[in-house]
């Protein structure tokens, strides 16, 4: 058989465009390296995992985020934080988040800075668990009839002008496009040719848990050192960033040299009893030239790779899937031109190079020396002023991205405001069949004229709103960022922005 699409990947980023793709009816299989969904680096501690605004709202448009959050971390009716838990996630006061471990506070944080934001329960933070996220997604894919097979590693790829080949656990497989969703070390990527253009490591970061002899020895938090970075959550749980150059990067650790590791890193006489898990990560940053090749597109860490610093990856990857899914469905469906495809690199690329560009400031600001610790004290006195404190939780939260859309209206290119209807269903449930939607809050702007030969592209609803932001009607993509938005009575190119970002529907939304 002969699918739709390959995804190489069945990790969070690969599930995501698998249901998207799903979703939109077409043939999907996901071909995953690890024969097991299930790893402890993926549970708690190791697999916390900060989700941001932009990872929620897709979540709430796909139906997915009351799932997710029921396994989320940090629910205050859960009680105290887990052990391991983050330290600046568990802090009296409350904390918006944090950059270069400079923590920034929540009450200080100017949300009416972002006026397009509406009040919605979706929220802009949420701890969650890697293995728990990408449960939620397998099943969800599942039941769009996505075929993943487990234990079947991408090994060679052969892309010709109208299908791709790929060889995987001892099996050949055919799709008319591959999507390399397989992670940092991504063989789609390397097979096929892409150029992975970047910065090399500064540091190797050293995730252990373990067993102290006497854990009052280390303070717990984040603690930038004469040797590196230690970020210590009681009882075990210890990040430590080593200056070499990336050169203990997949080394194997024991108990002994972890224990000399964290004694250098720390300065404080601590003794390991036993060492439960070790991995490695660096801050090397890089990043795909292009996302697609011909009949191959990669998407998550497989496109770009960064430090973990303030938790941006998975987020960014998300995004990918989000943005690439209806895109490429619509293109397999001949709903669109493939010419479609290029506005996923147009769009994303430049959003992953900011990603990029955050984590390596925060390493500057990391580096044991006397002129990054001189400037990150400005920083941490910057982070308290109101404005220091916005800006960070804007870039963190991921809630002042735009895309470039060719701003006809300040709203085109950001995220949908969750506008709540008259009837009361909000914007992100509209979302839900996967559908472009155009919301007209005043009858009297000529939208049937300038779009009516497209109706079947879009979803087109006629009702107030509660707070339409002043505007009297807008054209949401698929993947909820605005389109097109007018003020007035005029609807001059909306007809053009639904040939362009509407979207027949694939399938019904699910409940
Ligand atoms: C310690 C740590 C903390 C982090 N915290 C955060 C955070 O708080 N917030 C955040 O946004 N990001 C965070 N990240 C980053 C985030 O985990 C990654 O960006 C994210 O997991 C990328 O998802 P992905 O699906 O692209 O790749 P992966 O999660 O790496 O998944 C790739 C999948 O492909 C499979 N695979 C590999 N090779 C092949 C092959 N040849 N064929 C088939 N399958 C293959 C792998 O087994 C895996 O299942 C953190 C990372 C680390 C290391």
Redesign the pocket.
């Known amino acids: 058989m002969r699918y739709d699409v390959v995804i190489?990947?069945?990790?969070?980023?690969?599930l995501l465009l698998a249901c998207e793709l799903g979703q939109a009816g077409c043939s999907v299989l996901v071909?995953?390296?690890?024969a097991s969904p299930e790893s402890p680096l993926k549970r708690l501690p190791?697999g916390?995992?900060?989700?941001?605004a932009p990872t929620l709202e897709a979540l709430d448009r796909r139906g997915l985020l009351d799932a997710v959050a029921a396994g989320q971390v940090l629910k205050p009716e859960k009680g105290p934080p887990p052990p391991g838990t983050a330290h600046w996630l568990s802090q009296p006061r409350r904390l918006g988040g944090h950059f270069a471990g400079i923590p920034f506070a929540l009450d200080n944080v100017d949300s009416g800075r972002w006026p397009w934001r509406l009040p919605t329960p979706v929220g802009t933070q949420m701890a969650v668990e890697?293995q728990a996220l990408e449960a939620v997604l397998a099943e969800r894919a599942q039941v769009l009839g996505v075929v993943i097979l487990r234990g079947?590693?991408?090994?060679d790829v052969r892309s010709g002008t109208d299908q791709v080949q790929v060889e995987?656990g001892g099996q050949s497989f055919r799709g008319r496009w591959l999507v390399g969703?397989?992670?940092?070390?991504?063989?789609?990527r390397k097979q096929c040719g892409f150029t992975f253009a970047g910065t090399d490591p500064e540091f190797t970061g050293h995730?252990l848990s373990a067993e102290l002899e006497d854990p009052t020895v280390l303070s717990p938090g984040r603690h930038i050192t004469a040797q590196g970075m230690c970020n210590f959550n009681p009882p075990g749980t210890i990040a430590l960033a080593d200056f070499d150059g990336g050169a203990g990067h997949r080394q194997p650790l024991d108990r002994d040299t972890a224990q000399a590791l964290l004694r250098r890193i720390s300065g404080r006489d601590a003794t390991i009893t036993t060492l439960h898990l070790a991995?490695t990560?660096t801050d090397g940053a890089r990043q795909a030239i292009a996302y697609r090749r011909g009949r191959v597109l990669l998407?998550?860490?497989?496109a770009h790779v960064h430090s973990?610093l303030g938790?941006?990856?998975?987020?960014?990857?998300l995004g990918d899937a989000m943005n690439l899914g209806w895109k490429l469905a619509a293109v397999v469906r001949g709903d669109a031109d493939e010419a479609l495809l290029d506005t996923y690199q147009a769009e994303r690329h430049p959003i992953g190079a900011r990603v990029l560009e955050w984590s390596r400031a925060q390493v500057a600001l990391m580096r044991p020396g006397a002129g990054s610790r001189a400037l990150a004290a400005i920083v941490a006195d910057l982070a308290e002023a109101r404005d220091g404190a916005t800006y960070l939780a804007e870039r963190v939260w991921g809630v002042g991205q735009q895309l470039d859309l060719g701003q006809a209206h300040p709203l085109v290119g950001r995220s949908t405001p969750d506008f709540l209807l008259a009837d009361g269903r909000r914007m992100g449930e509209l979302l839900r069949a996967g559908q472009a939607v155009l919301l007209v809050f005043d009858a009297a702007i000529p939208c049937s004229e300038a779009a009516d030969i497209e109706r079947t592209r879009i979803l087109w609803i006629e009702q107030p709103a509660v707070d339409s932001l002043g505007l009297s009607a807008l054209l949401v993509r698929p993947d909820g960022n605005v389109a097109w938005a007018s003020d007035g009575a005029d609807a001059t190119g909306l007809a053009q922005a639904v040939r362009q970002w509407g979207c027949p529907v694939g399938r019904e939304a699910i409940a």
């Not at 071909?31 to 690890?34: F, I, K, M, N, S």
């Not at 998407?299 to 497989?302: E, L, P, Q, T």
């Open positions: 190489a990947g069945a990790g969070p980023v690969g071909l995953e390296q690890a190791f916390l995992r900060g989700l941001n890697l079947a590693g991408v090994q995987a969703c397989d992670g940092g070390r991504s063989t789609v995730s991995a990560w998407a998550g860490d497989a973990p938790g941006q990856g998975l987020n960014l990857g």
